[in-house]
């Protein structure tokens, strides 16, 4: 919520203790400093409710309005955002240093897919035993996978080697 926080620390009507106050109608005009009683009286006569905006402002700001019509446009408004993000996970797609040309075009392809739903990819050549230390095999491999996909994505991160394993992640490349 932008203005105004959740109802637990917003200050309404009565709660409202200060002697003097700005107050601003429900339509952005300034009524002008006066008591918070007076303030509070002018909010009762319209049937709305006297918020407190701006309690560090001197003096504070307080705004006539209805405050539920307000929390549930609010409300609204975060569902409404929350709609339209795109949620980008992460796929792994895990190769091995000992890999045949074709298999590594069946991932390729997969990967692919993940690339055009705009998901990134995690690409992943495991070592067992012996086979880390020729880890430029790993790397070879990365660079041919990446080569087949330079198409639809760029690389995030190059291959890096994580213990037993080297790392590559690729990302969608932007329309």
């Given amino acids: 919520m932008d203005v105004i926080g959740t109802k637990k620390d917003t200050l309404l009507n009565e709660d409202i203790r200060f002697s003097e106050v700005r107050v601003i109608s429900d339509s952005g005009e ?3 400093i006066m008591s918070s009683r007076e303030a509070l009286r002018i909010a009762d006569e319209r049937e709305e409710d006297l918020v407190l905006i701006a309690p560090e402002a001197k003096p504070p700001v307080c705004k ?4 539920g019509k307000f929390l549930y446009a609010q409300t609204k408004k975060s569902k409404e955002a929350r709609k339209k993000q795109k949620v980008i996970n992460v796929k792994e797609i895990r190769l091995s240093a000992t890999i045949e040309e074709h298999d590594i075009n069946i991932k390729a392809n997969r990967a692919r897919k993940f690339l055009l739903d705009e998901n990134k990819v995690k690409v992943t050549v495991r070592f ?3 086979e880390a230390d020729y880890s ?3 790397k070879k491999i990365l660079e041919n996978f990446c080569s087949k996909l330079e198409d639809v994505c760029i690389v995030e991160r190059h291959p890096k080697q994580e213990g037993r394993n080297m790392i ?3 990302a969608p490349k932007k329309a």
């Fill in 30 to 32: 300034q009524l002008g």
């Fill in 64 to 67: 006539i309005m209805d405050y």
């Fill in 128 to 130: 067992r035993g012996r």
């Fill in 136 to 138: 430029y095999i790993g």
């Fill in 168 to 170: 590559m992640i690729l």
